[in-house]
């Protein structure tokens, strides 16, 4: 038998929710600036390659680099903001383009799993590519610290 959803709970799960998804949002954000903090040491470490290196660090150093600047803007990527998408009923883009009587009707209305719904998609599309900033970053990391011990 089918209950009756309880308003207090539906509000809870909302509240929730949405804080949760926010703090994954936040979190991606923080990964990609420590990313950036890494992709800066490495380019220290291609730094330290120096000149009169043997052309198999120098081609290490290279593919290093190569990586390095993909994984970087694959980080600013992340941290760029999306302003190019759809206003989602509730976000600051779809109030900035809104009239002071459209957003005192929108007060009347309940649109909190539009919002959760649009910010999970933004957080898995900046997670996707954090993700691939990693995985340049550790290529990078290989590569520059087999240049380093090869020369």
Known sequence: MPT??????TAENYSATAA???????RTDSKATALLTLDGLLVAGIGLLGT????????LGAIGGVALTASVVMALIVLRPRLNTPATNGSFLHFAAADPSAVAAHMTQDYRADRIAAQSRLTLAKMVHLQRSGDLALIAV???AA?????
Not at 53 to 59: D, I, L, T
Not at 147 to 151: G, I, P, Q
Request: cysteine-free.
């Open 142 to 144: 290989v590569a520059v």
């Open 4 to 9: 009756t959803p309880d308003p207090a709970l």
């Open 52 to 59: 009169g290196a043997p052309w198999w660090s120098v081609a």
């Open 147 to 151: 240049a380093l011990l090869s020369r």
């Open 20 to 26: 949760a998804v926010s703090a994954e949002m936040t």
